[in-house]
C-alpha cells in the first residue's frame, strides 16, 4: 500500500462515486481541478461508465483515494497516468490531486500528496520525467508544486473555459536527476 507520513493511498473503487460527486460539485474544490463542465460528475452515467472506465484505464491510470491515517477521513483524489500513451519512449508520467474536503486545506496535505506520488514514480515506477499541469490562477498548487521541486515550462494562453471567461494553465515538471538531488537534501 501507497502511504506517508499522515496519510494511506486507497485504491479508488466504485462506490468512491458518490464521494467524488460530493466533492466535484463544491465550487470551491471544482474551480481548481475541472474547469470542464464535461468531466462533472454524473452519478447515473459514472454508474453505468465504471467498468468500461477501468478497463480503459488498466495499464494507463493509478486513482487513489487520500485517507487521514489518524482519521479514516478521505481528504481527496489523486494519481497519476502515462504522459502519452502512444509513446514508444517510456518514463514519462503526469500526476494530479485535489482535496475535496476544503476544511483539510492549508494542513500540507497537498505537499504530502505530490511528494508521496513523486517519490513512488521515481522509485518505483523507474520515470525519468514526471509532469502537471494546473490553472495558473491556483496560487495555492504553485506554490506547493514549486516546494516540491517541480520546475516551470509552459503556461498554455486561454486553455480552458470556466465561469463565463477563458484562463491559462501551467505546466510543471521535474526530471530524474532533479529529484535525486532533492531526495539527498532530505525533500523528498
Known sequence: MLESKRLKFVAYEKEDLALDEKWMTSADVKKFFFANPYF????????????????????????YKAVVKKTGQPIGMCGFSIE?????????????????????????????IIQTLTRALFDFYAAHTVMLCYHAYNIRGK?????????YEARLREHTFWEGSWHDMEVRSITRPEYERLKRKGVY
Do not use: N, Q, V
Open 143 to 151: 506554490r506547493c508544486y514549486e516546494k516540491c521541486g517541480f520546475k
Open 40 to 63: 462533472l460528475p454524473e452519478p447515473e452515467r459514472d454508474e453505468k461508465m465504471w467498468d468500461h472506465w477501468m478497463e480503459e484505464a488498466r495499464g494507463k491510470w493509478c486513482i
Open 84 to 112: 502519452d500513451e502512444a509513446s514508444t519512449i517510456p518514463g514519462r508520467y503526469e500526476l494530479w490531486l485535489y482535496i475535496g474536503e476544503t476544511a483539510e486545506l492549508e494542513k500540507g496535505y497537498g505537499t504530502e
